[in-house]
């Protein structure tokens, strides 16, 4: 991946591995990627689009994981659940066939249902985000379905509905779960074949869209509970994608603040602001109950806070500056993770006995550590012994 890696280089001297995001385009190479690169134009495919997609990475970068910031439509990671979701994201675009993500709230399921549309042959129609959970019980049949005048009081004009609106294009239902017995039977009829009438209307309306679905519910659950249709599961459910939350992505988490803070930076022109040692380890020990949009907004927060050009802990939301380090790391079953040792070693100069103090651990454990974790050991041993 050398193109990768000379794009990369030239950031690498920004702290926490790179302020810059690259190109999407980038990550899509089909020397690198190995993909199958072919346009659909009618019944010939020439290239220029991809439309399948095995691997980004070669053996190596295999082993040790892709260093390289990834951005890919506007999905920001380069953790390998990240790189698995981009692959997917290829790989089900290419089809038309219903998806359901699954993932906690703030994990980015619209920003990934408009990546597979925009990877899809659809991308020059619609995508129609509609959050279920949002919508008047009363108006939902009409939103969805669209109206005619004078179906009921108000109803003034014909009105389409977001399906018809998203006509050769996609929709995406967030929040599906929150859809009543009746409107799950409605959208069940749709799925099947097709076809709708509107509220009020007695005409067909036939039309050609992609459905994605999401929610932060477990629908196995709620199927036992009675609240959500069986046959309606397996209709969205054909191809399931699951999002990581942030907790399980920690390496993740520098790349992400210093995306939020360049947003900052460039919306409020302020000079460039980076993060202390101390608070980027606060901030990779968090748990992170809302993710991506609760890192966001403490970066937010943070960002307001500060006066200077470093954000200190003191400057983060009180939740997270009293999730003290080295309150949450105490105990011999410590399980360490790259992103604190690498911070721990750089802070120390390289003195790993020193690196163990800060951490917590016994030395045998942070040597432990780097036997099992040898990209680690060959990425530090530039700050020395």
Not at 44 to 50: A, H, L
Not at 61 to 72: E, H, L, Q
Not at 96 to 106: A, K, L, Q
Not at 147 to 153: A, P
Request: proline content about 4%.
């Amino acid at each position: 991946m050398d193109h990768l890696n000379k794009a990369y280089n030239q950031h690498k001297n920004n702290r926490f591995c790179g302020a810059d995001i690259l190109p999407s385009e980038l990550l899509f190479k089909p020397q690198d990627s190995k993909a199958r690169v072919l346009k659909k134009n009618g019944n010939n495919q020439t290239p220029g689009e991809i439309i399948s997609f095995n691997d980004i990475s070669d053996s190596g970068n295999r082993k040790t994981g892709d260093k390289s910031p990834v951005n890919f439509s506007r999905i920001i990671g380069r953790d390998r659940k990240m790189i698995e979701i981009f692959r997917q994201i290829i790989n089900v675009a290419t089809y038309d066939y219903p998806v359901h993500i699954f993932g906690e709230t703030g994990t980015g399921k619209e920003l990934v249902a408009e990546a597979i549309h925009k990877a899809s042959s659809r991308k020059n129609g619609h995508f129609v985000p509609i959050n279920c959970g949002a919508m008047p019980e009363g108006l939902v049949e009409s939103e969805l379905f669209g109206h005619v005048k004078g179906s009921f009081s108000g109803a003034i004009r014909d009105k389409k509905g977001r399906f018809e609106l998203a006509d050769g294009g996609t929709i995406f239902l967030d929040e599906i779960a929150e859809l009543s017995k009746h409107m799950q039977a409605k959208l069940l009829r749709f799925l099947q074949d097709g076809k709708f009438e509107k509220v009020g209307g007695e005409k067909t309306v036939r039309i050609n869209v992609r459905v994605i679905s999401a929610t932060n519910k477990d629908l196995k659950e709620e199927m036992k509970k009675n609240r959500f249709r069986d046959d309606l599961y397996y209709r969205i459910n054909v191809v399931p994608v699951s999002l990581p939350a942030l907790r399980e992505r920690k390496s993740d988490i520098p790349l992400l603040v210093n995306h939020f803070l360049k947003q900052a930076v460039r919306q409020y022109n302020r000079n460039s602001v980076v993060v202390s040692d101390r608070a980027m380890m606060l901030l990779t020990e968090y748990k992170w109950s809302g993710n991506v949009r609760e890192l966001q907004n403490a970066i937010q927060f943070a960002f307001v806070k500060s006066s200077g050009d470093e954000i200190t802990p003191d400057n983060l939301p009180m939740e997270i500056n009293d999730n003290r380090l080295f309150q949450t790391i105490r105990g011999p079953s410590r399980k360490l993770d790259r992103v604190q040792v690498e911070s721990a070693i750089k802070k120390t100069g390289g003195n790993k006995a020193k690196a163990a103090r800060l951490l917590n651990v016994g030395r045998a454990t942070l040597y432990r550590f780097f036997n099992d974790y040898p990209e680690s050991q060959e990425s530090i041993c530039a700050y020395g012994d």
